[in-house]
Structure formats: C-alpha cells, structure tokens
C-alpha cells in the first residue's frame, strides 16, 4: 500500500515571501499521480496542482509550483510570493495509474501554513 | 463545486441512531467517492462507486455502508453512529477522462455523535 508523509504539521511564512511544503512518499509503483489540495477555512478541498511521474517537468500553476524527485520520492509545493489569501491547510495526495478501476486518493495528514503581514 | 452537493451540511445525534448522508451530482459522472477528514489523519477513504449498484470498500469502512440507486446519488449510512464516527465527511467525484481524471470534492457535512 502507498503511504504518503507530510512531516511539516505548520508552517508560517511573510506575506510576499516564498514557502516550501514537503511531501514524501512511498510506493513501489512506476507510474503515478501526485496532487497538492488546499483547504481554507471554508473547509472546501480545492486542487491546486498535479504532476504525472512520468512526466520530469515539475508542474507550475501561476505562483504554485512542485519540486518533484521521482529518485528520492519527494514532491514539494512552493508558493511564491505569498498572499494573505494562501492561509490554509495544504493536502498532498498520491494516485496509482487508472486502470480501469476507481482512482482512489491517498492523502498525507497535511500542512497547516499561516501567512503573516 | 463541480456540481456537486452534500445534504446536510450539518448534523448532531446520539450514539446508536442511524445516520445517512446525501451526495447529489450533477454532471452524469460513473465514479463517487466517501471520505473521512479528522486531525492527524488527512482524509481517508470510506467506500467508492464506480456505477450504479456498483460499490466497494475503502480504507476505513467498518460501520459504513453506502448505496447509489442513481447516478447522480450516493450515500453514506451509519446503521448505529458512535463517537469515533465524529468527522467531517467529504464526497468526491472524477472529472475527466482516463490518466487525466482528477477529483472534485463537495462542501462536506460536519457530523457530531454524541
């Protein structure tokens, strides 16, 4: 069974500074998704990125971007320039390949990040 | 969002009384998901359908059952809910097609068993 490991359980950041999320992860897969959710108080689960392992590009979406290291089983989440805005607990995700069957999710127990002025 | 609901949003009973949760979409899609969200867990999966009458279990299903009679329904019941069973529940469901799907989550239901 794939596990996923979010070691950080809060982290705090300046507002227009940059943050790092880390995520581990293990599975004997080859071939798999990695996701990154975001959770304001709202509670809403919000997708907020996905990198497929086969794919050596890390992902980017506007200020979000991943430092995937498929070796080392790592895939961060840096956001840039920080908003207030960006206060939320923050999901990492994995997914085996779809094959036919439900893609069920694993998840990470999450990072709470604050954002300060 | 994604078209997707959950009824009700929020809800307290007693341990010992049943409970169903209703997940309603409205895109036509095949798969649904049942997830638990609680402190130091992340979110762990319940039960999953892949089609109408078609279900299986998750990670985490002892005392629930789940039933779609519809597609654009499914729900969760806890025959007999107890304290452990405090959470809050999200529904999920795939958008998209093959290795590109990914999951969209409805706005949860907060339940407290008392």
């Known amino acids: 069974a794939q596990t996923v490991t979010q070691s950080q359980p809060e982290m705090s950041v300046q507002e227009a500074e940059t943050v790092t999320l880390s995520c581990t992860y293990d599975?004997?897969?080859?071939?798999?998704?990695l996701f990154w959710y975001k959770q304001p108080p709202s509670r809403q689960m919000i997708l907020v990125i996905r990198?497929?392992?086969?794919?050596?590009q890390n992902a980017t979406e506007n200020r979000f971007s991943v430092n995937f290291q498929k070796a080392a089983k790592s895939f961060s989440l840096k956001i840039s320039d920080s908003q207030l805005g960006d206060a939320a607990m923050y999901f990492c995700?994995?997914?085996?390949?779809?094959?036919?069957?439900?893609?069920?999710?694993?998840f990470g127990t999450g990072t709470r990040l604050q954002v300060t002025l | 969002d994604a078209g997707i609901t959950q009824s009700p949003r929020h809800k307290v009973t007693e341990t010992g009384t049943p409970v169903t949760l209703r997940c309603h979409q409205t895109?036509?899609?095949?798969?649904m998901y049942w997830y638990r969200q609680d402190p130091g867990h992340g979110l762990r999966l319940i039960h999953y359908?892949?089609?109408?009458?078609?279900?299986d279990k998750g990670e985490v299903s002892d005392g629930y059952s789940v039933s779609r009679s519809k597609t654009e329904d499914f729900l969760l019941t806890l025959e007999s809910a107890t304290s452990s069973q405090t959470s809050v529940y999200f529904c999920?469901?795939?958008?998209?097609?093959?290795?590109?799907?990914?999951?969209?989550f409805g706005p949860g239901t907060r339940l407290t068993v008392l």
């Open positions: 995700a994995y997914r085996s390949p779809n094959t036919g069957t439900a893609s069920k999710l694993t």
């Open positions: 599975t004997s897969e080859s071939d798999y998704y």
């Open positions: 990198q497929e392992a086969y794919k050596q």
């Open positions: 895109e036509n899609h095949r798969y």
């Open positions: 359908s892949y089609g109408v009458k078609d279900t």
């Open positions: 999920a469901i795939n958008r998209g097609a093959g290795g590109r799907n990914e999951q969209f």
